[in-house]
């Protein structure tokens, strides 16, 4: 948690910078807002600071509506630690819990569910079902203003079991009820349009740029500055269409989704796929300190790492090269109910690939688990499991260990003679530099 002082310097300058990496709630008012929230500054003998949103929700405190404070992009904390905590937010930030119950949590993570719950109150002031249930109030809340559903579809497609517990959880996030909170907006055309929030800076064009430099035909187009690709979800596919938009803390998000429970994890992977949750502004203070990456810091702020939409598509692109992968799209991919421009499928799952012997011994490894790559495994773990396949060379697992496990300390074998020690631990965002400075 971070210090007193340092929280109420946040408050009293309204830096968004802290926004997401705690909350603050008030006693007189019962509300918890972001540091940032440009209400009057509360006295400090009624303020308590909370790590999450859940925390301050499951201490009776509800979400101011303002500032919004449970929008705000999550902790970039979660980006850079590998411990059980970490590890745990990112699979309940996907949907896990509502899918698999706090069981499917533990049994993913290797742990017990006491042992997880425990990590997770000490961590973050709040269990897996509190967690699960302010994630689950706050994408209620994005399809209440975003489209003119029936609330009662909104309560299912958030994950609610119950209608009653769905105005329950509401009330205790909002002290409002749904209807209430709805602001009258007409159906969206085509699907659920989101603001995804970011901490700036953030050069979102180069982001969308990078991504479709390198798109594979079928499930990805990239067109006059706007990317668009496939999901392969849980319960369904999707087609996700994201923009830049000029002088704002948001990339405009268009969902078409086959099934609006999926709506959750959606987010979550657009949100991985341009790394939205960095602290940009601390990682490019650290590395424009240097002397040498400092004027390409200067040239170019807010570069950030790309992730991706799914970790064993990118590593089955990582075998077979973007030529190979198309064609493995249009011979094994999903065609879509929908398509959207150059966007018809969504690429094979690694099931079908293994069936097929496509890379043999690799691409069974992923897909039967003995190498798993989804947002609770271990990094280290991974990166061993992954250097002792077949097929996939030294740059190619870093690459990996950089886009599908996130990591941002990661050194490119081709650039070592380039990157320095000191650049730790931001390696990851350091070679966006030095890719952007390559002729």
């Given at each position: 948690?971070?210090?007193?002082?340092?929280?109420?310097?946040?408050?009293?300058?309204?830096?968004?910078?802290?926004?997401?990496w705690?909350?603050?709630?008030?006693?007189?008012?019962?509300?918890?807002?972001?540091?940032?929230?440009?209400?009057?500054?509360?006295?400090?003998?009624?303020?308590?600071?909370?790590?999450?949103?859940?925390?301050?929700?499951?201490?009776?405190?509800?979400?101011c509506r303002?500032c919004r404070?449970?929008?705000a992009?999550?902790s970039?904390?979660?980006?850079?630690?590998?411990?059980?905590?970490a590890?745990?937010?990112r699979?309940?930030?996907?949907g896990?819990?509502?899918r698999?119950?706090?069981?499917g949590?533990?049994a993913?993570?290797?742990y017990?569910?006491?042992?997880?719950?425990?990590?997770?109150?000490a961590?973050?002031?709040?269990?897996?079902?509190?967690?699960?249930r302010?994630?689950?109030?706050?994408?209620?809340?994005?399809?209440?203003e975003?489209?003119?559903?029936?609330?009662?579809?909104?309560?299912?497609?958030?994950?609610f079991?119950?209608?009653?517990?769905?105005?329950?959880?509401?009330r205790?996030?909002?002290a409002?009820?749904?209807?209430?909170?709805?602001?009258?907006?007409?159906p969206?055309?085509?699907?659920?349009?989101?603001?995804l929030?970011f901490?700036?800076?953030?050069?979102?064009?180069?982001?969308?740029?990078?991504?479709?430099?390198?798109?594979?035909?079928?499930?990805?187009?990239?067109?006059?500055?706007?990317?668009?690709?496939?999901?392969a979800?849980?319960r369904?596919a999707?087609?996700?269409t994201?923009?830049?938009?000029?002088?704002?803390?948001?990339?405009?998000?268009?969902?078409?989704l086959?099934?609006?429970?999926d709506?959750t994890?959606a987010?979550?992977?657009?949100?991985?796929?341009?790394?939205?949750?960095?602290?940009?502004?601390?990682?490019?203070?650290?590395?424009?300190?240097?002397?040498?990456?400092?004027?390409?810091?200067a040239?170019h702020?807010?570069?950030?790492?790309?992730?991706?939409?799914d970790?064993g598509?990118?590593a089955?692109?990582?075998?077979?090269g973007?030529q190979?992968?198309?064609?493995?799209?249009?011979?094994?991919g999903?065609?879509?109910?929908?398509?959207?421009?150059a966007?018809?499928?969504?690429?094979?799952?690694?099931a079908?690939l293994?069936?097929?012997?496509?890379?043999?011994?690799?691409?069974?490894a992923l897909?039967?688990?003995?190498?798993?790559m989804?947002?609770g495994?271990?990094?280290?773990?991974?990166?061993?499991?992954?250097l002792?396949?077949?097929?996939?060379?030294?740059?190619?697992?870093?690459c990996?260990?950089?886009?599908?496990?996130?990591?941002?300390?990661v050194?490119?074998?081709?650039?070592?003679?380039?990157v320095?020690?000191?650049?730790?631990?931001?390696r990851?965002?350091?070679?966006q530099?030095?890719?952007?400075?390559s002729?």
């Amino acid at each position: 948690m971070i210090s007193e002082e340092v929280a109420f310097a946040a408050m009293e300058s309204r830096d968004p910078r802290f926004d997401g990496w705690f909350f603050v709630a008030v006693t007189t008012t019962g509300v918890y807002c972001r540091p940032s929230c440009p209400a009057v500054m509360p006295k400090p003998e009624n303020v308590r600071l909370f790590p999450s949103a859940a925390a301050a929700q499951v201490n009776g405190f509800r979400a101011c509506r303002r500032c919004r404070p449970d929008a705000a992009p999550g902790s970039p904390e979660w980006n850079v630690r590998t411990d059980l905590a970490a590890r745990a937010m990112r699979l309940i930030a996907d949907g896990v819990v509502d899918r698999e119950g706090v069981a499917g949590l533990a049994a993913r993570l290797g742990y017990s569910e006491r042992q997880v719950h425990r990590q997770l109150v000490a961590e973050v002031g709040a269990g897996p079902q509190a967690l699960a249930r302010a994630q689950r109030a706050q994408t209620a809340r994005m399809l209440l203003e975003s489209s003119s559903l029936p609330i009662s579809d909104v309560a299912f497609a958030a994950g609610f079991a119950s209608i009653r517990q769905f105005n329950d959880s509401f009330r205790q996030a909002y002290a409002t009820t749904p209807s209430r909170l709805r602001d009258g907006a007409g159906p969206t055309p085509g699907g659920t349009v989101l603001r995804l929030a970011f901490r700036p800076p953030m050069d979102v064009p180069a982001m969308l740029r990078f991504l479709g430099e390198r798109a594979v035909r079928g499930i990805e187009e990239y067109r006059d500055g706007v990317y668009s690709r496939s999901l392969a979800l849980p319960r369904g596919a999707a087609v996700v269409t994201m923009r830049h938009v000029p002088r704002a803390d948001h990339v405009l998000c268009e969902l078409r989704l086959d099934d609006l429970r999926d709506l959750t994890a959606a987010v979550q992977r657009c949100r991985r796929l341009l790394d939205l949750d960095a602290d940009q502004q601390a990682i490019d203070a650290f590395l424009g300190a240097d002397p040498e990456l400092g004027p390409l810091v200067a040239a170019h702020p807010g570069l950030r790492v790309p992730g991706c939409a799914d970790p064993g598509e990118l590593a089955v692109r990582a075998l077979v090269g973007g030529q190979e992968a198309a064609r493995l799209v249009h011979r094994y991919g999903r065609p879509l109910t929908t398509t959207q421009g150059a966007v018809t499928h969504t690429f094979p799952d690694l099931a079908t690939l293994a069936e097929q012997g496509v890379h043999g011994e690799t691409v069974r490894a992923l897909a039967d688990g003995t190498v798993t790559m989804d947002v609770g495994a271990d990094p280290l773990h991974v990166r061993k499991g992954l250097l002792d396949l077949p097929g996939l060379s030294e740059e190619a697992v870093a690459c990996l260990m950089m886009r599908a496990l996130r990591d941002p300390d990661v050194l490119l074998p081709h650039l070592a003679g380039r990157v320095r020690e000191t650049w730790r631990p931001w390696r990851s965002y350091a070679t966006q530099h030095l890719w952007a400075d390559s002729p």
